[in-house]
């Protein structure tokens, strides 16, 4: 890892950047992991080998994060032109989905007082393989940066982001851990 002007670069089997000329990533990490806010999200430009955030880390925990995540989805992109195949509008094109980063700090499932700290990666429905390749060897890097943290979750369809799915994976990997 290294610092140019306002990036820090990582230095991965496919290397990329942190955008940090908003503000320090440390700044966003390090709200998360004292409890001063308990998400953070950043998105992946492939075609840059940047990753930026957000929105300022905040509250409101896997609902807000969520909500940023599905908001940044290709979903929420799709225009409507209203009119029939052969009118004459032009429908702009969604842009193609991001991968985002998300960290979340939530509280253990069977210990309410004991905090635990999530990477969440969300890699949304019509991603690319290739940008899906990228992702994965970024991995054991996103990982380092994002320390320190209890759980490291990979999820690819809106359901995935449903509360029951992502404590149930919490608690799963919670209890592997402990074996």
Request: charged share 20%.
């Amino acid at each position: 890892v290294a610092v140019e002007g306002d990036r820090l670069k990582v230095r991965a089997p496919q290397a990329f950047a942190f955008d940090q000329s908003d503000r320090p990533l440390d700044d966003d990490l390090g709200a998360v992991q004292r409890g001063d806010a308990d998400f953070a999200c950043f998105a992946y430009d492939h075609r840059h080998k940047l990753v930026a955030p957000v929105v300022v880390p905040g509250r409101g925990g896997l609902a807000e994060l969520r909500r940023w995540l599905l908001r940044e989805s290709p979903t929420s992109h799709q225009h409507q032109n209203g009119g029939g195949p052969d009118d004459d509008v032009s429908v702009p094109r969604a842009p193609p989905p991001q991968v985002h980063y998300g960290l979340l700090r939530s509280h253990h499932p069977h210990q309410p007082s004991v905090a635990v700290v999530v990477l969440l990666t969300w890699i949304p429905p019509g991603v690319s393989p290739l940008v899906r390749g990228a992702v994965n060897s970024h991995r054991s890097a996103m990982r380092a940066i994002f320390a320190p943290i209890q759980v490291d979750l990979t999820i690819e369809d809106a359901d995935g982001l449903a509360d029951a799915h992502v404590f149930a994976e919490i608690d799963a990997h919670i209890r592997q851990t402990s074996v």
